[in-house]
C-alpha cells in the first residue's frame, strides 16, 4: 500500500498496562466520547485513513505520545509521566487492531494484525520481528509508572467532556476506575482541558509544570505525518495518499 521510499511507516504503541482503562474511550459517557470523535469521522468522510475502505461502522483510535521522567529511581512524583494526545484516527475494525497488538492478542487476532502491518509497512520479517521486540521493551518500561493524559488538543472542541459513572475523584486530582474485573483499578488524571465528574465541573489543569523535567518521546507521530491528526484537513499529498489507498483496495 504504502511506497517505502515516501511514506514513513505506521508504528503502533503498545499502550502501557498502568494506562489500561484510561483511554477517553473508556473515561467518557458514550455521548460524550461520540461528540470527541466525530470531528474525524467528519474529516475522512467515511473512509478509513489507512486502507481507505468505508465500512458500516467507523472506529477512532487515541493517538498518544509519551514524556518519561528522566529518573525512574527518583523521587515519587517522578513515577507519573505525562501521556499526551496528539490526534485521533478514523479507521476501519481491522486497521484499527493494528494499533491494539495486545487487545489483539488477547482476542486470537493478534497475529493477523500483525502480518496485516507488515505487509502495509513492506516491512520483512526480520523487520517486523525487531519492531515487535523494541516494542515490547519500550512497554515494559512504561509500565512502570502511571500516567497523566494531557488532552489539551481537544479543550476548545465543542464536545464537553463528561466522565462516566464509576470514576472517582481523589487526592490531588488523581482519577480512580474500575476496569474488568480481576484487572487493577485505573489511576489517571486529566490535564489541559474543563471536565465533569459527577455533575460537578472541574476547571482545566495546566499541563506546563506536569511536563517539567520529562523528556519527550516520539508517539505515533509518523502516522499523523502521513495520514493527518483527525482536526485539520489534510494536505494534498495526503489526500492523495488515502485515494491510493481506496484504488489499490478495490482492484
Avoid at 496485516?116 to 526480520?126: C, G, K, Q, Y
Avoid at 484487572?183 to 476547571?203: E, K, Q
Wanted: one cysteine or more; glycine letters at 8%; proline letters at 8%.
Amino acid at each position: 500500500m504504502f511506497d517505502r521510499s515516501t511514506m514513513p511507516p505506521i508504528r503502533p504503541d503498545l499502550i502501557p498496562a498502568t494506562s489500561w482503562g484510561s483511554s477517553l474511550a473508556n473515561l467518557l459517557t458514550p455521548a460524550s466520547w461520540d461528540a470527541v470523535r466525530q470531528p474525524a469521522f467528519a474529516e475522512q468522510r467515511g473512509a478509513c485513513q489507512i486502507c481507505g475502505r468505508k465500512p458500516s461502522a467507523m472506529e477512532c483510535h487515541e493517538i498518544w505520545a509519551y514524556s518519561l521522567p528522566p529518573h525512574p529511581d527518583g523521587p515519587e512524583e517522578s513515577y507519573w509521566g505525562v501521556q499526551r494526545l496528539i490526534g485521533l484516527a478514523a479507521l476501519c475494525r481491522a486497521d484499527h487492531a493494528l494499533f491494539h497488538a495486545g487487545f489483539a492478542n488477547f482476542r486470537v487476532r493478534g497475529a493477523d494484525a500483525g502480518e496485516r502491518l507488515r505487509l502495509i509497512n513492506r516491512w520483512t520479517p526480520a523487520e517486523y520481528y525487531q519492531f515487535e521486540r523494541q516494542q515490547r521493551q519500550l512497554w515494559k518500561a512504561r509500565s512502570t509508572r502511571y500516567w497523566a493524559l494531557d488532552v489539551s488538543l481537544i479543550a476548545n472542541s465543542k464536545a464537553s467532556l463528561v466522565l462516566k459513572s464509576g470514576w472517582q475523584l481523589g487526592d490531588e486530582g488523581i482519577l480512580l476506575g474500575q476496569t474488568k474485573p480481576g484487572y487493577p483499578a485505573a489511576l489517571t488524571m486529566l490535564l489541559g482541558a474543563s471536565f465533569r465528574i459527577d455533575g460537578r465541573l472541574m476547571l482545566a489543569i495546566d499541563p506546563r509544570p506536569a511536563m517539567d523535567g520529562l523528556l519527550p518521546e516520539a508517539g505515533d507521530s509518523y502516522f499523523i505525518a502521513s495520514m493527518g491528526n483527525g482536526f485539520s484537513s489534510p494536505s494534498p499529498r495526503q489526500q492523495d495518499t488515502v485515494l491510493l489507498s481506496q484504488n489499490v483496495s478495490g482492484a
